[in-house]
Structures are given as C-alpha cells and as structure tokens.
C-alpha cells in the first residue's frame, strides 16, 4: 500500500459517493488509475463495502443506549445461543463480547424510553442465559467516527 492508497482510503471513507474522476482530482491520479487501485483495495480485503451514513434522530431514533449483559452460564453454547439470539434483534447496532465485569457490551437506537423497557424486560431480560442488564443512556454524542486511521498501516 503506498500513498496514493492511502489518500484514496481517506477520501472513501470521508464521501464514497464520490466518482473516480473528482477521486482522482482530489488525490492526483487519473479516473482509470482509481478505478484499478480501488477494485485491488476491494479485492485483497481493504474496502469491505459502501453505505450511507443515515441520521438516527431524522428517522425517529432518539434515543441511544448502550447495554452490559451478564451471562448466567458461561460455555461455548451459551455464549453461542446469545450471539445468535443478539443478532436477531433490530434495535442493536453493536455487538461485542468484552471482558470486565459484563460478557457483553451492546449498543441500541431506540425511538424512546418505552421502546428501552421493552427491549430490557420483554426481550434482553426474558431470555433464560441473561443474568444481569445494565444500561446507561446516552445524553449527548461527542463523536461519532467510524472511519479507520490509514497512516499507520502494518500490511
């Protein structure tokens, strides 16, 4: 990977709407040039896909929460059987197995408080390998980037 990567790492992550004509005037290569080092980026595992950053609060997502989980039992088929069951819920974003004094660390965009009860008691609470639900509400969003540092690349 070398510079021209790199700048073309920063610019996608920054807009990846951005055609490879202005991709290429804003890092100094020709169209062709970003459309091969693109498609090389894409193809050994760089660039994993392109989204639209959509505004929470716009669709009626005000409230964001993260969730701690303890487990009651601690084995490769429970924490397989949580996984499964966290995935198929909507309201999660983020999911992570940490360590520390939970098991898990979920993140969660809900409409509103009730929409939280819901998703603790009737859901998070109700399934029989949770333990313990802690939550901490989110009373303003500092930063919010989920773009990846390019300079420091180890390949």
């Known amino acids: 990977m070398d510079r021209y990567d790199r700048r073309l790492l920063r610019a996608l992550q920054t807009d990846a709407s951005v055609g490879n004509a202005l991709l290429g005037e804003s890092i100094g290569l020709s169209a062709s040039q970003v459309s091969r080092r693109r498609a090389r980026l894409e193809a050994d595992g760089f660039i994993t896909g392109y989204h639209a950053k959509l505004s929470p609060v716009a669709l ?13 039992a601690h084995s490769e088929d ?11 819920l909507p ?7 940490i360590t520390g004094d939970a098991d ?13 009860s819901v998703l603790i008691n009737t859901e998070l609470l109700a399934h ?3 333990r313990e639900v802690r939550s901490d ?10 773009s990846i540092p390019v300079d420091n690349n180890v390949r």
């Open 60 to 72: 009626g997502y005000e409230l964001n929460v993260f969730i701690r989980i303890r487990l009651q």
């Open 78 to 88: 429970a924490a397989n059987d949580f996984r499964v069951f966290v995935q198929a």
């Open 137 to 146: 509400v989110v009373l303003e969003m500092i930063k919010d980037d989920a």
């Open 104 to 116: 898990y660390l979920l993140h969660a965009q809900l409409p509103d408080l009730h929409a939280l």
């Open 128 to 130: 029989t390998l949770v």
């Open 91 to 97: 309201a999660i974003r983020l999911a992570c197995a």
